[in-house]
Protein backbone atom coordinates (compact mmCIF):
# COMPACT_ATOMS: atom_id res chain seq x y z
CA UNK A 1 0.00 0.00 0.00
CA UNK A 2 1.14 3.36 -1.12
CA UNK A 3 2.13 5.24 2.30
CA UNK A 4 4.55 7.69 4.04
CA UNK A 5 6.29 6.99 7.17
CA UNK A 6 7.93 8.88 9.52
CA UNK A 7 8.93 6.64 12.21
CA UNK A 8 10.30 8.62 15.04
CA UNK A 9 7.55 9.93 17.38
CA UNK A 10 9.35 12.04 19.12
CA UNK A 11 12.65 13.35 19.69
CA UNK A 12 14.93 15.43 21.78
CA UNK A 13 17.80 17.43 21.26
CA UNK A 14 19.96 19.89 22.87
CA UNK A 15 20.78 23.10 21.40
CA UNK A 16 23.41 23.07 19.13
CA UNK A 17 23.82 19.88 18.01
CA UNK A 18 23.11 17.94 14.98
CA UNK A 19 19.07 16.87 13.67
CA UNK A 20 18.02 14.47 11.81
CA UNK A 21 14.12 13.51 11.21
CA UNK A 22 13.44 10.36 8.99
CA UNK A 23 11.23 9.87 6.20
CA UNK A 24 10.41 6.82 3.96
CA UNK A 25 7.91 6.52 1.48
CA UNK A 26 6.38 3.60 -0.45
CA UNK A 27 5.50 4.66 -3.53
CA UNK A 28 5.34 3.15 -7.17
CA UNK A 29 7.05 5.95 -8.53
CA UNK A 30 8.79 8.38 -6.96
CA UNK A 31 6.12 10.73 -5.56
CA UNK A 32 7.32 14.50 -4.94
CA UNK A 33 8.51 15.02 -1.40
CA UNK A 34 7.98 17.75 0.94
CA UNK A 35 8.85 18.69 4.29
CA UNK A 36 6.68 21.11 6.37
CA UNK A 37 7.10 22.33 10.32
CA UNK A 38 3.98 23.63 12.21
CA UNK A 39 5.17 25.54 15.50
CA UNK A 40 2.01 25.53 18.48
CA UNK A 41 -1.12 27.46 17.34
CA UNK A 42 0.31 27.76 13.89
CA UNK A 43 -0.50 26.15 10.34
CA UNK A 44 1.97 24.60 8.20
CA UNK A 45 5.04 26.11 6.53
CA UNK A 46 7.06 24.66 3.78
CA UNK A 47 10.55 24.34 4.80
CA UNK A 48 11.16 22.37 1.42
CA UNK A 49 10.65 20.29 -1.45
CA UNK A 50 12.34 17.60 -4.16
CA UNK A 51 10.30 17.01 -7.12
CA UNK A 52 13.36 16.02 -9.49
CA UNK A 53 17.16 16.83 -10.18
CA UNK A 54 19.77 16.87 -6.73
CA UNK A 55 19.03 15.06 -4.63
CA UNK A 56 20.28 17.31 -1.72
CA UNK A 57 17.74 20.32 -1.49
CA UNK A 58 17.97 23.20 0.89
CA UNK A 59 15.33 24.83 2.45
CA UNK A 60 14.39 27.83 4.90
CA UNK A 61 15.78 28.11 7.85
CA UNK A 62 19.06 26.48 7.06
CA UNK A 63 17.10 22.99 7.26
CA UNK A 64 18.04 20.04 4.26
CA UNK A 65 16.49 17.31 2.89
CA UNK A 66 18.96 14.29 0.89
CA UNK A 67 16.50 12.06 -1.06
CA UNK A 68 17.99 8.27 -1.24
CA UNK A 69 15.98 6.60 -4.28
CA UNK A 70 17.86 3.13 -3.20
CA UNK A 71 16.11 3.77 0.36
CA UNK A 72 12.92 5.31 -0.38
CA UNK A 73 13.93 8.29 2.07
CA UNK A 74 13.90 11.96 2.70
CA UNK A 75 15.52 12.59 5.32
CA UNK A 76 15.35 16.31 6.89
CA UNK A 77 18.64 17.62 8.80
CA UNK A 78 20.05 20.60 10.14
CA UNK A 79 23.66 20.86 11.76
CA UNK A 80 23.13 23.04 15.03
CA UNK A 81 19.16 23.49 15.78
CA UNK A 82 17.87 26.55 17.64
CA UNK A 83 15.41 26.68 20.68
CA UNK A 84 13.26 28.12 18.16
CA UNK A 85 13.03 24.81 15.95
CA UNK A 86 10.82 23.51 18.44
CA UNK A 87 7.79 22.26 16.65
CA UNK A 88 6.01 19.36 14.34
CA UNK A 89 7.71 18.54 11.14
CA UNK A 90 5.68 16.65 9.00
CA UNK A 91 6.72 14.58 5.79
CA UNK A 92 4.36 14.67 3.12
CA UNK A 93 4.48 13.38 -0.75
CA UNK A 94 2.14 13.73 -3.83
CA UNK A 95 2.31 10.50 -5.84
CA UNK A 96 3.44 11.81 -9.61
CA UNK A 97 0.66 12.28 -12.16
CA UNK A 98 -2.30 13.05 -9.40
CA UNK A 99 -3.56 15.91 -8.10
CA UNK A 100 -1.66 17.73 -5.69
CA UNK A 101 -3.54 16.39 -2.56
CA UNK A 102 -0.82 16.04 -0.06
CA UNK A 103 -0.70 12.79 1.96
CA UNK A 104 1.41 13.62 4.86
CA UNK A 105 3.16 11.34 7.62
CA UNK A 106 2.02 11.43 10.87
CA UNK A 107 4.65 13.69 12.11
CA UNK A 108 7.78 13.87 14.54
CA UNK A 109 7.77 16.27 17.20
CA UNK A 110 10.71 18.04 18.18
CA UNK A 111 11.77 19.27 21.52
CA UNK A 112 15.05 21.14 22.25
CA UNK A 113 16.82 21.06 25.21
CA UNK A 114 18.63 24.63 26.88
CA UNK B 1 2.38 35.01 6.99
CA UNK B 2 0.99 32.66 3.81
CA UNK B 3 -1.60 35.15 2.62
CA UNK B 4 -4.22 32.22 3.35
CA UNK B 5 -6.64 33.62 5.58
CA UNK B 6 -9.01 31.42 7.46
CA UNK B 7 -11.91 32.47 9.99
CA UNK B 8 -12.88 31.77 12.20
CA UNK B 9 -10.29 30.83 14.12
CA UNK B 10 -12.31 28.98 16.52
CA UNK B 11 -15.24 27.65 17.35
CA UNK B 12 -17.00 25.61 19.54
CA UNK B 13 -20.40 24.08 19.34
CA UNK B 14 -22.34 21.23 20.28
CA UNK B 15 -23.11 17.92 18.87
CA UNK B 16 -26.26 17.63 16.15
CA UNK B 17 -25.37 21.41 14.46
CA UNK B 18 -24.06 22.75 11.50
CA UNK B 19 -20.93 25.36 11.27
CA UNK B 20 -19.35 26.81 8.32
CA UNK B 21 -15.43 27.53 7.64
CA UNK B 22 -14.61 30.05 5.19
CA UNK B 23 -11.04 30.42 3.58
CA UNK B 24 -9.43 32.84 1.19
CA UNK B 25 -7.03 31.95 -0.93
CA UNK B 26 -3.61 33.79 -1.79
CA UNK B 27 -4.40 36.59 -4.37
CA UNK B 28 -4.28 34.63 -7.88
CA UNK B 29 -4.23 31.27 -6.40
CA UNK B 30 -7.32 29.52 -8.50
CA UNK B 31 -6.56 25.62 -6.10
CA UNK B 32 -7.72 25.79 -2.84
CA UNK B 33 -7.58 22.14 -0.50
CA UNK B 34 -9.07 21.94 2.74
CA UNK B 35 -7.46 19.25 5.03
CA UNK B 36 -8.75 17.90 8.35
CA UNK B 37 -5.59 17.81 11.72
CA UNK B 38 -7.06 15.35 14.68
CA UNK B 39 -5.30 13.48 16.95
CA UNK B 40 -6.69 9.90 15.83
CA UNK B 41 -6.17 10.45 11.91
CA UNK B 42 -3.53 12.70 11.68
CA UNK B 43 -3.34 15.38 9.11
CA UNK B 44 -6.00 14.17 5.90
CA UNK B 45 -7.13 15.54 2.77
CA UNK B 46 -10.44 16.32 2.17
CA UNK B 47 -11.68 18.25 -0.77
CA UNK B 48 -10.23 20.18 -3.67
CA UNK B 49 -11.63 23.10 -5.71
CA UNK B 50 -10.30 24.70 -8.88
CA UNK B 51 -11.49 27.71 -10.42
CA UNK B 52 -15.09 26.94 -8.69
CA UNK B 53 -15.08 23.26 -9.71
CA UNK B 54 -14.47 20.20 -7.74
CA UNK B 55 -11.26 18.45 -8.63
CA UNK B 56 -10.21 15.79 -5.79
CA UNK B 57 -11.90 13.97 -2.71
CA UNK B 58 -10.30 12.71 -0.06
CA UNK B 59 -11.71 11.11 3.38
CA UNK B 60 -14.40 13.27 3.34
CA UNK B 61 -17.37 12.45 5.11
CA UNK B 62 -20.98 12.82 3.58
CA UNK B 63 -21.91 15.26 6.14
CA UNK B 64 -19.42 17.62 5.09
CA UNK B 65 -19.41 19.57 2.01
CA UNK B 66 -17.35 22.50 0.27
CA UNK B 67 -17.81 25.07 -2.36
CA UNK B 68 -15.91 27.54 -4.08
CA UNK B 69 -17.20 31.01 -5.37
CA UNK B 70 -16.56 33.18 -8.00
CA UNK B 71 -14.33 35.15 -5.69
CA UNK B 72 -12.17 32.18 -5.18
CA UNK B 73 -12.75 31.64 -1.81
CA UNK B 74 -13.82 28.66 -0.19
CA UNK B 75 -16.43 27.28 2.38
CA UNK B 76 -16.49 24.05 4.39
CA UNK B 77 -19.62 23.20 5.57
CA UNK B 78 -19.88 20.62 8.02
CA UNK B 79 -23.61 19.20 9.78
CA UNK B 80 -24.76 17.00 12.19
CA UNK B 81 -21.69 17.56 14.44
CA UNK B 82 -20.24 14.63 16.10
CA UNK B 83 -17.63 14.66 18.95
CA UNK B 84 -14.79 13.04 16.84
CA UNK B 85 -15.60 15.95 14.11
CA UNK B 86 -13.49 17.97 16.90
CA UNK B 87 -10.58 18.93 15.18
CA UNK B 88 -8.19 21.81 13.10
CA UNK B 89 -9.58 22.13 9.79
CA UNK B 90 -7.12 24.26 7.34
CA UNK B 91 -7.63 25.78 3.85
CA UNK B 92 -4.53 25.86 1.53
CA UNK B 93 -4.42 27.48 -1.59
CA UNK B 94 -1.96 27.04 -4.65
CA UNK B 95 -1.84 28.64 -8.15
CA UNK B 96 -2.16 25.56 -10.65
CA UNK B 97 -4.91 22.64 -10.46
CA UNK B 98 -1.54 20.70 -9.61
CA UNK B 99 -1.85 17.20 -11.67
CA UNK B 100 1.59 17.67 -12.16
CA UNK B 101 2.45 18.06 -8.41
CA UNK B 102 4.99 20.75 -8.64
CA UNK B 103 2.33 23.10 -6.91
CA UNK B 104 3.45 24.29 -3.53
CA UNK B 105 0.30 24.57 -1.21
CA UNK B 106 0.34 27.71 1.33
CA UNK B 107 -1.72 26.81 4.75
CA UNK B 108 -3.59 29.26 6.47
CA UNK B 109 -3.71 29.33 10.14
CA UNK B 110 -6.54 26.44 10.36
CA UNK B 111 -9.82 26.84 12.57
CA UNK B 112 -10.30 24.73 15.81
CA UNK B 113 -13.65 23.23 15.87
CA UNK B 114 -14.49 22.23 19.34
CA UNK B 115 -17.17 19.88 19.45
CA UNK B 116 -19.05 19.27 23.18
Known amino acids: AQSVTQPDIHITVSEGASLELRCNYS??????LFWYVQSPGQGLQLLLKYFSGDTLVQGIKGFEAEFKRSQSSFNLRKPSVHWSDAAEYFCAVVPTGTASKLTFGTGTRLQVTL | DSGVTQTPKHLITATGQRVTLRCSPRSGDLSVYWYQQSLDQGLQFLIQ???????AKGNILERFSAQQFPDLHSELNLSSLELGDSALYFCASSVALGTSGENEQFFGPGTRLTVL
Open chain 1, 27 to 32: YGATPY
Open chain 2, 49 to 55: YYNGEER
